[in-house]
């Protein structure tokens, strides 16, 4: 079994307060192993968004514990917890959250920016990040100028630039196409299996199952269910695949 880079244990969280406390969480465990791509599926409102945010740091759990790579959330306050995102800890967005007025590379050199990492080798390595994921020609493009795909990998190469043990993604193709987002699911897949990240991505879209190593089913909070897809290499979901 590989190395756990993100373990949820016993983890609960509560939102809002008084008479509108919801417990989005009750007493979460989970390991998000490196060389693998977990994928995190339940219905509208199952707690799949405040799971990923828990994890990434983004949220402190109400109660139990968040490991990332061996260092424990727990106690941290918000200056560590944003720490340990930024050293750890890599995200995708659905709606990508790119600045319009800023180019492909000063895009993704923004998550090196918030590291210390400027000048000419920052921006070799943001570069690099893009090329890997074949925007190579687009690395002067702004937003505007791109396609949603690219507009998701330029997103994605933000995401890796600075090397992260972890990716977790929130709903990544649920603004593209069928082509794209099968495209994307592959990137993703490839980078869990060729870096040994840890990959998490939260989704509804049970056509995307063959990309996954593991599936997480959540229902009103808890864990339910986990399911073994694919312990080989990623797969093209085709429709004869039957997922």
Same mark, same amino acid.
């Given at each position: 079994?590989?190395?756990?880079?993100?373990? +949820? =244990?016993?983890?609960?969280?509560?939102?809002?307060?008084?008479?509108?406390?919801?417990?989005?969480?009750? #007493?979460?465990?989970?390991?998000?192993?490196?060389?693998?791509? &977990?994928?995190?599926?339940?219905?509208?409102?199952?707690?799949? &968004?405040?799971?990923?945010?828990?994890?990434?740091?983004?949220?402190?759990?109400?109660?139990?514990?968040?490991?990332?790579?061996?260092?424990?959330?727990?106690?941290?306050?918000? $200056?560590?917890?944003?720490?340990?995102?930024?050293?750890?800890?890599?995200?995708?967005?659905?709606?990508?959250?790119?600045?319009?007025?800023?180019?492909?590379?000063?895009?993704?050199?923004?998550?090196?920016?918030?590291?210390?990492?400027?000048?000419? =080798?920052? =921006?070799?390595?943001?570069?690099?990040?893009?090329?890997?994921?074949?925007?190579?020609?687009?690395?002067?493009?702004?937003?505007? $100028?791109?396609?949603?795909?690219?507009?998701?990998?330029?997103?994605?190469?933000?995401?890796?630039?600075? #090397?992260?043990?972890?990716?977790?993604?929130?709903?990544?193709?649920?603004?593209? #196409?069928?082509?794209?987002?099968? +495209?994307?699911?592959?990137?993703?897949?490839?980078?869990? =299996?060729?870096?040994?990240?840890?990959?998490?991505?939260?989704?509804?879209?049970?056509?995307?199952?063959?990309?996954?190593?593991?599936?997480?089913?959540?229902?009103?909070?808890?864990?339910?269910?986990?399911?073994?897809?694919?312990?080989?290499?990623?797969?093209?979901?085709?429709?004869?695949?039957?997922?």
């Amino acid at each position: 079994m590989t190395e756990a880079i993100i373990e +949820a =244990k016993n983890v609960s969280k509560n939102l809002g307060s008084g008479a509108g406390q919801v417990t989005a969480l009750k #007493d979460v465990n989970l390991s998000l192993r490196g060389g693998e791509l &977990t994928m995190l599926m339940g219905p509208s409102g199952s707690g799949k &968004t405040t799971l990923l945010s828990v994890l990434g740091c983004m949220l402190a759990p109400t109660s139990g514990m968040v490991q990332v790579c061996g260092i424990s959330s727990e106690g941290a306050n918000v $200056e560590q917890l944003a720490t340990l995102r930024r050293e750890h800890v890599g995200f995708v967005f659905q709606q990508y959250h790119l600045f319009p007025t800023l180019t492909a590379a000063e895009n993704v050199q923004l998550a090196l920016d918030l590291r210390g990492e400027r000048g000419t =080798k920052a =921006k070799s390595r943001s570069f690099d990040a893009l090329a890997k994921l074949g925007l190579a020609q687009k690395i002067l493009s702004y937003p505007r $100028e791109l396609s949603g795909g690219e507009q998701q990998r330029v997103a994605i190469a933000r995401a890796i630039v600075s #090397d992260p043990s972890a990716i977790l993604a929130d709903e990544p193709t649920a603004a593209l #196409d069928g082509v794209n987002g099968q +495209a994307i699911m592959r990137i993703l897949a490839s980078i869990a =299996k060729a870096s040994g990240r840890g990959v998490l991505v939260v989704t509804h879209d049970s056509r995307l199952t063959s990309f996954a190593n593991r599936i997480i089913y959540i229902e009103d909070g808890r864990l339910v269910g986990e399911e073994i897809v694919n312990a080989g290499t990623p797969k093209l979901l085709t429709a004869a695949s039957g997922r």
